[in-house]
């Protein structure tokens, strides 16, 4: 009788105990799902944040290059400047020259201020349009970069670009 007793007590100390490995293990398998969905998220996050970052790495590149060549048209325009002012003051000196000689000499202050002025004027248009054909050409490019080429892990998680 006592083995019987002690048998069926153990019996059901065990069967106790596997229904509470079976409630654990539910448990477990439960926290695993979620964990499993937990880095699924994380990982999708993780790679939009990098596909970003690189689209960030090559706007600043192209922001670099923009400025570079904006930079390189500025001294361009800065020397083209300099080079109409000083032949406009050459042309100027020599219009100059000739007017003194020929002694009408009130005229030459007259005819110096717009010799220098039409060639500067003229190299400061010049650098006007060559600069803002760059800027539009930059625009346009820009505006090509910007539309949408799909194919990001934006569009896996179905958070898409805004239209």
Same mark, same amino acid.
């Given at each position: 009788f006592f083995?019987?007793?002690f048998f069926t007590m153990q019996a059901d100390e065990v069967l106790e105990l596997q229904e509470q490995l079976a409630a654990v293990?539910?448990?477990n398998a439960s926290l695993q799902a979620s964990i499993d969905k937990e880095l699924d998220i994380l990982e999708a996050r993780?790679?939009?944040?990098e596909f970003e970052r690189q689209e960030n790495v090559a706007a600043i590149r192209a922001l670099r290059h923009h400025v570079s060549a904006e930079a390189d048209i500025l001294a361009a325009c800065a020397a083209t400047l300099v080079r109409a002012? @000083?032949?406009?003051? &050459? #042309?100027? $000196?020599?219009?100059?020259?000739?007017?003194? @000689?020929?002694?009408? &000499? #009130?005229? $030459?202050p007259?005819?110096?201020l717009p010799l220098v002025l039409a060639?500067?004027?003229?190299g400061f248009a010049q650098c006007k349009v060559e600069l803002s054909?760059?800027?539009l050409e930059a625009a346009r490019i820009e505006e090509g970069r910007r539309r949408p080429a799909g194919g990001g892990p934006s569009d896996a998680l179905?958070?898409?670009p805004p239209l």
């Open positions: 083995f019987f007793f293990q539910t448990v993780i790679e939009e944040a002012w @000083l032949a406009g003051l &050459a #042309f100027a $000196a020599l219009c100059s020259g000739v007017v003194l @000689l020929s002694e009408a &000499a #009130f005229i $030459a007259l005819l110096l060639p500067l004027g003229l054909s760059y800027r179905g958070q898409g």
